[in-house]
């Protein structure tokens, strides 16, 4: 068994019934290479990704009752996205710690980040495989509870500069820095007026631009712009 696969086992609550499948999802494609009885995690991958779209999906779908498909669509694509499967895998779960290479791609840690993430999905679906369907949507369920509140917060802020023009049907928006500050420190913030003509509807602050312009905007939606 690999090393620190039993471990994963206990924190998961799995008795496995084939342990060759979990081996098979921290199995790189190069080790495969050296050893042909050890089938990589290419399959795997695959399930796993269609896995966490449907399941994540439908946890999306359930945990924000008011947002439109734009909504949904960016919460679940930031939920299963690279990024959060990397961190999950390698920071969460450490799974880059049991994967499995041929010694020249171990030393070559340009890609790991990707493989890492290839991992997480193929986890998923070895677990899928072993316990089912109901056992691993729980254990997404477990996974995932602590990131949707935060993922409706930034999905919802993200939108608002799109649900500001459509409460305004279609009007010219524009967006105005009116301060500047810190510009050469870490500390760096820029001062966004939302207008409409001459009417200002809202103000926002970030550390650039963009993130200014979507405060501003939320700020507009908090004063009900429009109605």
Known sequence: MINGLEEIFQRFDITPHDVSIYEQAFTHASYTNEHKDCPSYDRLEFLGDSLLDMIVGDLVYQANPSGNSGILSKMRSALVGGQTLTHLSEEVYGFDKLVRYSQGEKDNTK???????????????????????????????????????????????????????????????????????NLNSENVCFTVEARYGDVSLGIGKGHNTKEAEINAASDALSKKVGN
Not at 119 to 145: C, H, N, P, T
């Open 111 to 181: 890609f790991h980040k990707h493989i890492d993430e290839d991992v997480f999905e193929s986890f998923i679906a070895a677990v899928y495989l072993d316990q089912g369907y109901d056992f691993v949507r729980l254990l997404l369920i477990k996974i995932y509870s602590p990131l949707l509140d935060e993922a409706i917060d930034v999905s919802n802020k993200r939108d608002s500069k799109s649900r500001l023009q459509e409460m305004l049907k279609g009007a010219v928006i524009q967006y105005v820095v009116i301060k500047q500050e």
